[in-house]
């Protein structure tokens, strides 16, 4: 039990009660500092699923405090960004201001059993969604203004998708996301997306488990923000999941442009959560231009925004004829290799035939004899990072 004065009395969580990290919750007396911290917890609520003759179980978080005044409460939602937020029941009118990306506050003027609805609590908002199934084809489907990610698919096996293609213009308009799914193929697709076009996935909301077999070759990429090809991130770090098998072949980028060094990177490789991200093979990407961002990011990281721990590791990633035009690039960042300490590294990475502006960048390429060849692409590898090769076989 924690106390601040008289005002608000917060209590831990009871042993063998799941702590929730989707929403951070602090609360304080009105005007006064500092924010105290609120445990979460983790409860499974359902609904029917009329196809199945079951429940669909989905995760909520359930938080308590002790108060005997005027309170403010700030919640900070760790999934995604918060388009709306809404205090229910509406009848009490109390109302709820989004700070920034993900922070909601609000005001208690006395103890309530209220209820917090994040973006309409509509978790889907694309087109396509493909969960818990195996042996499925999308073939040959246009997708339009998807208000969500466009085409998804989280804990499923055994999915083709071919001739997908998808335009969108909201916020996390992401193309095709892959979240805890193994045996994917993906071709011959067009995806135009305000998010990431492409992106592969551990655990994220009710989704659990390893990523891998996907294979995604003869696709068209153009990501109006964020990256065109992205893998990492999301996990769990209580049960850390794998991401490997990753097989990208003829890949056409047309531009790729993102203010935020955080999440810039044509070919992004992200482990946090505790994945492990390994046996990546990706070849024959052109890309035609770079308006903002950067060729390669691949790192271990914790984003304070979408992780709650570090990635574990990223090894064995071989990048095979990979071409960027400069000829119309405007800003082209530095690309980056990070490992994130010794024991989270980066390791065994290749790149084979890599093409900048028409010059191969290769270990025996002519160079001042203190430079780093990854210094030509040019490249940041800190001292987290061991065995870059950079080789030329054309």
């Known amino acids: 039990m924690s106390t601040n004065g008289s005002q608000i009395k917060t ?8 702590v929730a990290d989707a929403f ?22 359902a609904e029917v699923n009329t196809t199945r003759n079951e429940f669909d179980k989905h995760p909520i ?11 403010e409460v700030q919640v900070k939602y760790t999934l995604n960004k918060v388009q709306s937020a809404a205090i229910r029941p509406k009848s009490l009118g109390i109302q709820a201001a989004i700070d920034g990306d993900n922070t909601i506050t609000f005001s208690l003027d006395r103890p309530r059993d209220v209820m917090l609805e994040i ?3 509509n978790p889907n ?9 195996e042996n499925i084809v999308v073939e040959n489907v246009t997708s339009l203004g998807a208000t969500g990610f466009s085409l998804t698919t989280g804990e499923a096996k055994g999915v083709s998708i071919s001739g997908y293609r998808s335009f969108s213009s909201h916020g996390n308009g992401d193309g095709v996301d892959l979240f805890c799914s193994s045996d994917i193929l993906v071709e011959n697709c067009f995806l135009r997306n305000s998010d990431d076009t492409i992106a592969i996935y551990g655990h994220r909301w009710d989704y659990y488990g390893d990523s891998s077999n996907i294979v995604i070759r003869n696709c068209t990429l153009l990501p109006d923000i964020a990256h065109p090809i992205h893998m990492g991130t999301h996990g769990n770090p209580a049960k850390p999941e794998t991401i490997s098998g990753i097989h990208i072949s003829n890949i056409d980028i047309l531009d790729h442009y993102e203010n935020q ?15 492990l991200i390994e046996d990546v093979h990706i070849q024959d990407v052109r890309v035609e231009r770079i308006s903002k961002g950067q060729l390669v990011n691949m790192r271990v990281m914790k984003n304070e925004m979408w992780t709650t721990a570090p990635g574990h590791g990223i090894r064995n990633v071989t990048l095979k004829d990979i071409s960027l ?8 960042n530095p690309s980056q290799i990070l490992g994130f300490d010794y024991t989270r ?29 990854a210094d030509l692409v040019p490249m940041f590898i800190n001292e987290h990072v061991t065995n870059v090769k950079f080789i030329l076989t054309k």
Request: negative net charge.
């Open 119 to 121: 973006n309409q609590d």
């Open 325 to 332: 035009d400069v000829t119309n690039s405007q800003i082209v």
């Open 261 to 275: 060094m955080w999440y810039q990177g044509c070919i992004s490789l992200s482990a946090g959560d505790e994945n």
């Open 345 to 373: 590294k980066v390791e065994n990475i290749v790149f084979e035939n890599l093409n900048i502006g028409g010059q191969y960048i290769h270990d025996g390429m002519e160079k001042p004899r203190w430079y780093m060849v």
């Open 125 to 133: 908002g694309g087109a396509i969604l493909i969960e818990r199934s």
């Open 24 to 45: 951070l919750i602090y609360a304080r007396s009105v005007d006064s500092e500092p924010w105290i911290p609120v445990p979460t917890y983790a409860v499974d609520v």
């Open 61 to 71: 978080s359930v938080a308590s405090f002790d108060m005997d005044g005027p309170v």
């Open 11 to 18: 209590y831990a969580a009871p042993e063998g009660v799941a």
